[in-house]
């Protein structure tokens, strides 16, 4: 237990609020090109062969790639209870919505080509549009409500109250960041078409990516000219505690600060880095699009999510959900993770699993790679 006591309790906080990061952003990752495909599939492809070339492009993989989503899920609820409780509660129908679209993933990848009816499988083709369209959506516009504050308070014995709507959550600057998040998931999406199709597809998506890479840009630019104009940051106005209690009602919080968002910018010049990675990112993918690059362009626009979901958790440090209604109950990284031992455990677990996690991606990658062609799929018994 000598490292238990080495480690502090705040930085074992830090340390969870960079994995929670982390797991993000491998969920955006990999999962994330599945989105984009499931979004492009109708556009993309226009006869039955071409979509089912489409569809095992992710076929093998998608499982695999929503780990990320589960592990980000546990790690909310163990190291982050209080955020959990907020946001499962708050965004319960949005994440219903979100869970019932990629529910239809799984079953349109097993029930489209049962029957050879044209209408049959054109309507599961819609519903894997529904199922990389409506989660890419959902996630995005999450993240504009918190930008924003959420509407929420907790009581003195802690149990949370959310005061919001599901209506509520579909604003305009929510609205937005949901369009900036399907859009880069479109980049990403098409992107990786172009590496593992040929001919026509890869050709429609790369005009398609590069098109969802020009407005990732103009839309991430919008989204921070916003902020820095229009939406109020908050900033903890109470001194900051040494390893303080996880009751997030001990401190004070001043909300509308002018673009409070982009002091972190001001004090810690190194976290430009965020945006600029998500700027330079997107349009290394661009490039890499128009000049016919593939595994590299695949890679700029993975780091171009990296640089825009880092942007956001460089931008609210140390707040991870703030409140709009009642100041002192917004989360942040130090008042709202679970317990020291629990937080060092988990950590333990996290060394141990991530590793393995990642090598057998890896494995799983190398072993799929390579192009898939139309006579892989009429040819091949274990094609979608």
């Known amino acids: 237990m000598i490292l238990h006591t080495l480690l502090d309790y705040d930085v074992l906080r830090v340390i969870w609020w960079l994995l929670l990061g982390v797991l993000l952003i491998g969920f955006a990752v990999t999962d994330g090109f599945d989105l984009g495909v499931g979004t492009l599939l109708p556009f993309v492809a226009r006869e039955d062969v071409e979509r089912r070339v489409v569809i095992n492009t992710i076929g093998p993989i998608w499982e695999g790639n929503q780990v990320w989503l589960v592990l980000g899920g546990g790690a909310i609820f163990a190291a982050w209870p209080h955020i959990y409780a907020m946001s499962f509660s708050g965004f319960y129908l949005a994440m219903f919505a979100a869970l019932f679209a990629l529910i239809l993933r799984p079953v349109g990848f097993k029930y489209r080509s049962k029957k050879e009816s044209p209408a049959w499988r054109a309507t599961w083709d819609w519903c894997l549009f529904i199922g990389g369209f409506v989660p890419s959506l959902i996630f995005g516009v999450a993240i504009g409500n918190v930008l924003q504050g959420v509407p929420f308070h907790f009581t003195p014995d802690m149990r949370m109250i959310y005061e919001g709507s599901f209506l509520a959550l579909l604003n305009p600057f929510a609205l937005l960041c949901g369009l900036v998040s399907v859009a880069m998931l479109v980049m990403h999406g098409g992107a990786w078409l172009t590496v593992r199709t040929e001919g026509a ?59 409070g968002w982009l002091n972190n910018y001001a004090a810690h010049p190194w976290t430009l880095a965020a945006p600029v990675l998500g700027f330079a990112g997107t349009l290394l993918a661009l490039v890499g699009l128009r000049a016919r690059w593939q595994g590299p362009t695949v890679i700029f626009s993975g780091l171009g999510i990296a640089g825009i979901i880092l942007s956001v958790g460089a931008s609210m440090f140390p707040f991870i959900v703030p409140s709009s209604t009642h100041l002192a109950s917004a989360l942040t990284v130090w008042d709202a993770s679970s317990s020291h031992l629990t937080l060092f455990i988990m950590l333990v677990c996290a060394v141990i699993f991530v590793p393995l996690i990642l090598i057998y991606t890896a494995w799983v990658y190398s072993v799929i790679w390579g192009k898939v062609r139309p006579q892989d799929i009429t040819h091949g018994d274990h094609a979608y």
């Open 201 to 259: 597809v890869a050709e429609r998506s790369r005009a398609f990516a590069s098109l969802a890479a020009i407005v990732t840009v103009v839309l991430y630019a919008l989204a921070g000219l916003l902020i820095w104009k229009l939406v109020g940051g908050y900033a903890w106005t109470s001194p900051l505690p040494e390893n303080g209690p996880s009751n997030p009602l001990m401190k004070t919080v001043q909300s509308g600060v002018a673009a």
